[in-house]
């Protein structure tokens, strides 16, 4: 069965200090790995998606990059807007995995 | 360009009511996802919609049904609801050519 697990479940960090989020995945056939953010109470928006291991993406203080059997969502400088709940999501030969997210707090 | 959008926002149901909760895709989108998302956790893959077929179906009873319009727009029914259903239930649509999907703001459903 096709597994996400995401770590660390909650984040807290310095305005500017960089740091790291892990998507753990198992699927049959990855056919794409997708990170999506989330405000409270709102729905989730799209930021990249990464097919094939070796691929990265970025976008502003985003990076995502992606191996055979996880993905890492770096945030370089973060700003208190950066503030969310990060979701990574996997699609397999059926419906689209997502984890439980990573819930990031950015402290001025 | 429109995104995804829901209705209604919030809704406030009985326990053994009915409940019928609306989408309509992003312009150019053909395919229809429903998912509910508990407090603190990711969302969970109801079903999807194209062509006005259920295409692909997640861990979900037969409670939870749904349709898609000619103009690609979806409804999502729940019936005999529970007090486990309240929820955040997502909309997203896409393109049947990419797997990237986008969301609608939601409707927190409430059941008392």
């Known amino acids: 069965e096709d597994q996400v697990t995401q770590s660390p479940e909650a984040l807290r960090l310095q305005e500017g200090e960089s740091s790291s989020l892990n998507c753990s995945y198992t699927v049959s056939g990855l056919r794409g790995l997708f990170w999506y953010r989330q405000d409270p109470g709102k729905g989730p928006e799209f930021l990249f998606t990464?097919?094939?291991a070796g691929e990265e993406k970025e976008k502003e203080r985003l990076k995502a990059t992606l191996t055979k059997k996880e993905s890492f969502l770096h945030i370089t400088a973060p700003k208190p807007e950066d503030s969310a709940t990060y979701l990574c999501a996997v699609q397999g030969g059926n419906d689209m995995r997502f984890g439980a997210g990573t819930r990031l707090t950015v402290k001025p | 360009d429109a995104g995804v959008t829901q209705s209604p926002t919030h809704l406030i149901k009985t326990r053994g009511q009915q409940v019928t909760l609306r989408c309509s895709p992003k312009?150019?989108?053909?395919?229809v996802s429903w998912y509910q998302q508990a407090l603190g956790q990711g969302p969970q893959f109801i079903f999807q919609?194209?062509?006005?077929?259920?295409?692909q179906r997640g861990n979900f009873p037969d409670r939870f049904s749904g349709h898609q319009f000619p103009n690609y727009s979806s409804e999502l029914n729940v019936n005999a609801l529970l007090l486990g259903d309240s929820a955040l239930y997502l909309c997203?649509?896409?393109?049947?050519?990419?797997?990237?999907?986008?969301f609608g703001p939601g409707t927190r459903l409430t059941v008392t």
């Open positions: 990464l097919y094939s």
């Open positions: 312009s150019g989108h053909d395919t």
């Open positions: 997203a649509s896409s393109s049947v050519e990419a797997y990237e999907q986008y």
């Open positions: 919609y194209y062509e006005e077929e259920e295409r």
